[in-house]
């Protein structure tokens, strides 16, 4: 069966957004949120995650997305989303805003391959969810995909969202 989803542009399909959209507009199984970017902090504050709290969605069910190339701090953040009654959270590997990809995170860090092992290797034993990615065809080169779709049939990701398009 097809899915529909309601994709996520920063600034726009906040929960708001989506809650209203869902009372209007039917068809959509569901939403993935706008990326939270990982912290380095011991505790992750209700504002850091006000957006995908679950009392402030429910007029679909939300998936949330990770912004991180920090595979400890991803984990915190995933662990922090499964006690908040999320099953699957969404890894970012297409995120195109330069601010974002200098960082190498997002599409910035689809050429580094062993990384991306690397912090596969770390996060998926580590987190209690499932763990779905989205991604584009490459940062500067299209040819990207090709070596990072072997990488990702290694590991048991539920989902791969491809953005047929470079980062750039």
Known sequence: KI???LAPIQGFT???YRNLFSEYF???DLAIAPFIASVQAKQIGRSHIKDI???NNSGMPVIPQILSNDPDGFIQLASVLFDLGYNTVNWNLGCPFPIVA???????FLPYTKEIGSFL???IPAIPNRLSIKTRTGWKN????LDLIPLF??????EIIIHPRIGI
């Open 3 to 5: 899915k529909l989803y």
């Open 14 to 16: 906040n929960s708001l």
């Open 26 to 28: 039917t068809g959509f």
């Open 53 to 55: 709290l679950p009392e």
């Open 102 to 108: 200098k960082k190498k995170r997002g599409s910035g």
């Open 121 to 123: 290797d770390k996060v």
């Open 142 to 145: 299209s040819s990207d995909i």
């Open 153 to 158: 049939n290694r590991y048991p990701i539920s």
